[in-house]
């Protein structure tokens, strides 16, 4: 008898982000801003400063400090890891018991049913109504009648980028009062309606955040959650101790310190992924096309079409990449630059001119 790989591993495959070398990528949220020079140089000092033969500090307390200070959060409600999908598999994982039931919104980040999944959690999801949006009260009756121990959602949603009111989410959390709520706040540096600052005022609440999105350091992999000061003991406790790179913690230090450039950056994100909405906008308009496109508050936009498969392949053709949602015959396009939008634009009106217009007349 040789050794067989389980179940539930063995038909999966890794993860496969778009690759190739496109020139325009508008496919994965990331900021379209590199980092500054002067805070590049600023970087290259501190690596110079850093002991590499020494293990990191597993409480990252300058890092938190500089998140916490940027945020106006207290650093005691505070735990660090590498990025925040591995919080999202602690949580799937560590956090519950065996078997555990799981409540997943539809669509949403695939990441949460991904890791609970893989922890073997019983995992129910609700299907959100036409307009893509959460109705509190059915989601709550939702989680009560699947007894949920967890329910995890994105606000505002990745991919839709529609959210729910800081209202409506205290109320599903007073609640859902035996459950644990996590509210991924990864985009709501774009919008106005987060928990953030009151997380740790709730027995049953984690926000998470990330460095990815708003902040734009992607690369070096940086996640945050908050919470009271019992679940954030138990989430320094079941996380593994050096998970964050002395580098990242280092450079992520330096990074939320700029509180001015982040900022900058924030906003020329959100108004260019405005600007995008807009101008999609008005070509759906202008040619009266049947799809339908969401008002973003994160940095994209959602657009629903059947020619999602389409547009998506003729954008790959020129270059640039875009999200595909297959189940919800959707893109999701990140906002890039005004130039790299522009150049979008001018793709999907040849694209409309010459597939869709064409084929009808
Ligand atoms: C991108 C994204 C994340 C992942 O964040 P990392 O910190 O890069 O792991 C988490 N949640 C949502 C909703 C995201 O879109």
Known sequence: MSYKLCEKVRKLE???????????????????????????????NIIDQMDFNRYPDPTA??????????????PDNITVTNGSDEMLYLLASAMLEKESRVVVVNP????????????????YTYQKNDELNINVDDLVAFAE????????????????????????????????????????????????????????????????????????????RLGFAVANSSITKALRAIKSPYNVNSLSQEIG????????????????????????????????ENYQLPMKIYEPCANFVFLETDKADKIYEFMLENSVAVRYFKEAQALRITTGSQEQNKEFLVLFEKYIMKKILKTNR
């Open 145 to 220: 009648e699947n007894i949920a121990d967890m329910i995890i959602f994105s606000n505002p949603c990745n991919p839709t980028g529609r959210g729910i009111t800081a209202d409506d989410a205290r109320k599903l959390i007073k609640k859902c009062e035996n459950c644990l709520v996590v509210l991924d706040e990864a985009y709501m540096d774009f919008w106005s309606e987060p928990l953030l600052k009151e997380a740790h005022e709730y027995d049953n609440l984690i926000v998470l955040k990330t460095a990815s999105k708003a902040v734009g350091a992607a690369g070096i």
């Open 108 to 123: 949403d980040f695939s990441m949460y049913g991904f890791y609970s999944f893989l922890s073997e959690n019983a995992v």
């Open 253 to 284: 230090t330096c990074i939320y310190s700029h509180k001015e450039m982040l900022q900058k950056h924030r906003d020329e994100i959100f108004s260019n992924t405005r600007e995008l909405y807009i101008q999609l906008k008005k070509i759906i």
């Open 61 to 74: 307390k300058k890092l938190t400090a500089a998140f916490s200070d940027y945020y106006g959060l207290n």
């Open 14 to 44: 890794p993860y496969e982000p778009i690759n190739g070398n496109y020139r325009i990528r508008l496919d994965a949220n990331e900021s379209f801003f590199n980092l500054p020079e002067e805070i590049k140089e600023e970087i290259k």
